[in-house]
């Protein structure tokens, strides 16, 4: 099917194109300029602003991750640490991404809890050569000793890096660098790596700028880090993103309402002299990339992209040097020739939007459509969300173990028995006090100090369930009476009589229904 766009806004680079019409063609751009570039038969499709797809540099796959990216026209992921069997899944799965596979840190060092046990570095030269075999595209290395957020982590040496971006540069392979501090940018930059993963969060002096600049090392930003705490608010930020939401997928909103309920700290990290950093390295000549760290907490693959822009322009940067930051930059430092541009010839990855992001980015939410190499990107499959779903779930409670095991006193959901043993709920620490919970994480009440959640869940845990309460799955919410309840999931009558139903209602994993009192 071949597609002719018409009277569009095309834009390439962070700048209108002079043309407003362009050709699609066997999924590639065959021709760009006036109307006469349609021929018979094509799909037409008028007005818009018409973008490449969007590129998110710094991901960790998940089952279905490429897919739920494309949904908010985001067509390629740049994963940058993932276990090499997931990624051969996903590529047998037709998903197009590129790759780190396992990232090079020092035993027990960063991230070393997130991941079942992986390899370590012996022999740099052998561990290249072991990505390699994996289907690795580029090098990640990580060089933090976790001193910036309070930490004492096992480290890479700077003899080890060195010597792993000589193995790297010798298969052509770019390396891409974990780092945090302004000190570790420079000592990274001095041993040889191309590419900064995150932008560090210690203000850099004019000496640091320009020696990461000069040498032209690219820093992918990763600005959207805050959002994975809560606002005044207590909910996450993407989920007051309502053209975002809109496109959210069910589930994928339950695990961000979740993840607004968990323990963090009372206040988020300052990205302050983050944002100076990416904005100061930018006018000293280095290449910013647009990169989310997605599927971190409040990170949702795609729709993260779109904050990222947002925190981006806060930084200073203008929105078309954001958009350039989701597109041609990272197609140039990651040498996707095929992509990230609209010129005749490119892969035809593009997302119509509505408005015009070059003078408000928050344009790039209103999403008419995107294609993926020609096609109309495809929804996930419900087996494949709920995969990667469950793959989140697992990393998290790995995670969680791993923690609790290094800080016993680390604050986490407190269990509520009666006297015979029987579990009646949960009390949740959540950042500015407790949160009383029912044994499968409904809230019972609103936040309070702990004795009053304590309570609160003695005296309603049980009794609550003998309440109409609000469900919903996909569609409206209705009333509905719980049958059964267990820790993962539920057993649901709806009272609407017209429903079809068991006698004795239906079982939802919690995945699958959003609870409330009334």
Not at 123 to 147: C, M, S, T, W
Not at 403 to 413: E, V
Request: with cysteine; net charge negative; proline share 8%.
């Amino acid at each position: 099917m071949a597609i002719t766009f018409l009277h569009t806004r095309l834009v390439d680079r962070g700048a209108p194109l002079p043309a407003d019409c362009l050709r699609v063609e066997d999924g590639r751009i065959t021709a760009i300029g006036g109307p006469g570039i349609a021929q018979a038969g094509d799909e037409l499709v008028h007005g818009g602003t018409l973008l490449p797809g969007l590129i998110d540099a710094h991901v960790h796959l998940v089952p279905g991750a490429t897919r739920l990216a494309a949904r908010y026209g985001v067509t390629t992921l740049i994963d940058q640490f993932s276990p090499p069997d997931l990624i051969a899944a996903e590529r047998a799965a037709g998903a197009d991404f590129r790759t780190s596979s396992t990232g090079a840190t020092a035993p027990g060092g960063h991230p070393t809890i997130a991941f079942p046990p992986f390899p370590y570095v012996e022999n740099p030269q052998q561990f290249v050569a072991d990505r390699i075999a994996e289907g690795a595209d580029h090098l990640k290395l990580i060089y933090d000793d976790g001193a910036s957020a309070g930490l004492n982590m096992p480290a890479l040496d700077e003899p080890t890096v060195r010597a792993l971006v000589e193995a790297a540069h010798s298969h052509n392979l770019k390396v891409v660098a974990h780092i945090s501090t302004a000190a570790a940018a420079v000592t990274v930059t001095q041993c040889g790596v191309d590419i900064l993963a995150h932008a560090p969060t210690d203000l850099m002096s004019p000496a640091q700028v320009e020696a990461v600049a000069n040498a032209g090392v690219a820093v992918i930003a990763t600005l959207d880090i805050p959002d994975g705490f809560t606002g005044p608010d207590r909910q996450l930020p993407l989920l007051g993103e309502t053209e975002l939401m809109k496109r959210m997928p069910a589930r994928w909103r339950r695990l961000l309402d979740g993840q607004s309920r968990r323990w963090m700290p009372p206040q988020p990290p300052d990205y302050t002299d983050a944002r100076a950093n990416t904005l100061a390295l930018l006018r000293a000549g280095a290449l910013v990339l647009a990169g989310t760290d997605a599927p971190n907490p409040g990170l949702v693959f795609g729709a993260a992209l779109h904050r990222e822009l947002q925190h981006l322009v806060h930084a200073g940067l203008t929105p078309s040097e954001a958009l350039i930051a989701a597109t041609s930059a990272p197609a140039e430092v990651f040498g996707l020739r095929d992509r990230g541009r609209l010129t005749v010839g490119a892969r035809a990855d593009l997302v119509l939007v509505d408005g015009d992001p070059l003078t408000d980015i928050t344009a790039t939410q209103h999403i008419r459509r995107t294609w993926v190499a020609g096609a109309v990107a495809v929804p996930m499959d419900d087996a494949t969300e709920l995969a990667g779903i469950d793959f989140i779930g697992e990393t998290t409670e790995r995670i969680m173990t791993a923690l609790k095991q290094m800080w016993p006193g680390l604050p986490s959901p407190e269990e509520i028995r009666r006297e015979d043993g029987e579990l009646l709920g949960h009390v949740v620490p959540v950042a500015d006090g407790s949160l009383p919970t029912t044994v499968f994480g409904a809230a019972l009440g609103p936040v309070s100090d702990h004795d009053t959640a304590v309570k609160t869940v003695e005296s309603k845990g049980l009794s609550s369930l003998l309440e109409i309460w609000w469900a919903r799955t996909n569609g409206d919410w209705q009333e509905a009476t719980i049958v059964e309840a267990q820790p993962d999931r539920v057993r649901i009558r709806w009272k609407d009589p017209m429903l079809n139903q068991p006698p004795s209602g239906q079982w939802y994993p919690l995945s699958d229904v959003d609870l409330k009192l009334p």
